[in-house]
């Protein structure tokens, strides 16, 4: 690459959708149509999706400028300039994507930056998961710890050389950090690219050994361990980032990225969590559940008794629910919470509890009596086993219903639950 050249000589609009200059609308289309397809973000790993994301926007946008006659005929005419210069809008946000994608600004006379210039390039994000409590959640929580980064070299201020020692420039690269080369991306079919440069490993800068910086031993960054505090809001949830502004690895001509940690709520033994509510069994006695109670019957998140006054003459049936408005999780701005919601769990007594035939009669009167006989022409008397399991309902038969699922759930679980049509 000759760093002489302008930057616009260098965006080939064409050449990012893979089609000549005299394509109709129709060949430009179905370009970008595969292009898009290639390069979406959601078809690449994860390690490849910040580099397929700037791709995607990259061809999206040389297509909106291909697809506008008038754009097309400013670019074919003069290049971005023209179109930066005072035509339609369109290619400087191309340059800025096109810098994401290689590393360095296209300048340009009257461009950001001027001829030669590089725009400092943003290193990458530290991303990672932080898994909390949800007892931390409700409360907040500041968490300080120490962090390993990479730091630019204080000895030779990054510049990988001892000291009155310049760095020259690379003659690889021409001082771009970037070189130029092709590849094959099918047969009889090879495409322009860029990539750093080996020599140099994308500086633009060579130092020969001997003037190398004592301390980094000529890698322009050190080791260094720092003090570093994130703040979690109460009331945050599950996939939140916390973001720590530029305290990423610090990288040569590059603005520091990034660390971002992404919020994992632990699951809690007590508590449910949706949103901004919370759900809680609520575990009662069989004569509580009939004849009331008046008791604190959970302790909460942040270390309160909930206490529930239940009167006589409401029964409380197993799932029945009771709704504490105001005591769910807070909302992370004001003092305003979600609600809790608590389930009926009734805790029925061990077999055998009553030991003599006086106290079933006495609370056989106390209950309501049997249900009305079921009249019937001929009548069996049937043995039974306890504790079934309901799951082991008909799996042997191979009725897609088995396990208590039907059909469609199952389908929908194998991701094959897609209509589907079979030709005879």
Not at 81 to 93: C, Q, T, V
Not at 181 to 194: A, D, K, S, Y
Not at 267 to 288: C, I, K, N, Q, Y
Not at 323 to 337: F, I, T
């Amino acid at each position: 690459m000759d760093p002489g050249n302008s930057a616009d000589e260098e965006i080939d609009l064409y050449g990012l959708l893979g089609i000549s200059k005299d394509a109709d609308q129709d060949q430009i289309k179905k370009a970008y149509r595969k292009a898009a397809l290639k390069h979406h973000p959601d078809k690449v790993p994860e390690e490849q999706r910040d580099e397929s994301e700037a791709k995607f926007k990259a061809v999206t946008q040389a297509y909106e400028i291909l697809r506008d006659e008038q754009k097309r005929a400013i670019y074919d005419s003069g290049g971005m300039a023209a179109l930066r210069g005072g035509g339609p809008s369109g290619g400087p946000d191309l340059e800025d994507i096109l810098g994401q994608m290689f590393g360095f600004g296209f300048g340009g006379p009257g461009g950001p930056g001027g001829p030669g210039q590089r725009r400092p390039r943003r290193g990458a994000d530290e991303e990672q998961a932080y898994k909390i409590s949800l007892e931390e959640l409700y409360k907040g929580k500041t968490v300080k710890f120490s962090a390993n980064k990479q730091v630019l070299c204080g000895q030779c201020k990054g510049s990988g050389a001892k000291e009155k020692v310049k760095p020259q420039q690379c003659e690889q690269c021409k001082g771009q950090g970037l070189v130029e080369g092709l590849r094959q991306v099918g047969p009889g079919l090879l495409t322009r690219e860029v990539h750093p440069c080996d020599h140099c490993k994308g500086t633009g800068n060579f130092v020969k050994e001997k003037d190398r910086c004592k301390k980094c031993k000529g890698k322009r960054t050190v080791q260094e361990t720092k003090a570093l505090e994130i703040y979690i809001p109460r009331g945050s949830m599950q996939g939140e980032r916390i973001v720590l502004e530029g305290e990423a690895d610090q990288v040569p001509d590059q603005t520091p990225g990034d660390i971002v940690f992404t919020l994992v709520e632990e699951p809690h033994d007590v508590f449910t969590r949706v949103g901004a509510d919370l759900s809680a069994d609520l575990h009662v006695t069989l004569a509580e559940a009939l004849g009331g109670f008046d008791r604190t019957v959970l302790t909460h998140l942040d270390g309160r008794g909930i206490h529930i006054k239940r009167e006589r003459g409401h029964i409380l049936r197993p799932g029945d629910v009771l709704k504490v408005p105001g005591e769910g999780m807070p909302h992370k701005r004001g003092d305003a919470k979600g609600d809790l919601y608590l389930i009926a769990a009734i805790d029925f007594p061990e077999d055998g509890w009553l030991q003599k035939d006086a106290d079933y009669e006495a609370l056989a009167k106390l209950l309501p009596g049997p249900k009305p006989a079921i009249e019937a022409e001929e009548v069996d008397e049937v043995d039974y086993e306890d504790d079934a399991d309901i799951e082991e309902m008909g799996v042997r038969s191979g009725d897609p219903r088995a396990g208590g699922h039907s059909q469609w759930e199952d389908m929908d679980d194998e991701g094959a639950g897609q209509p589907q049509c079979q030709t005879q």
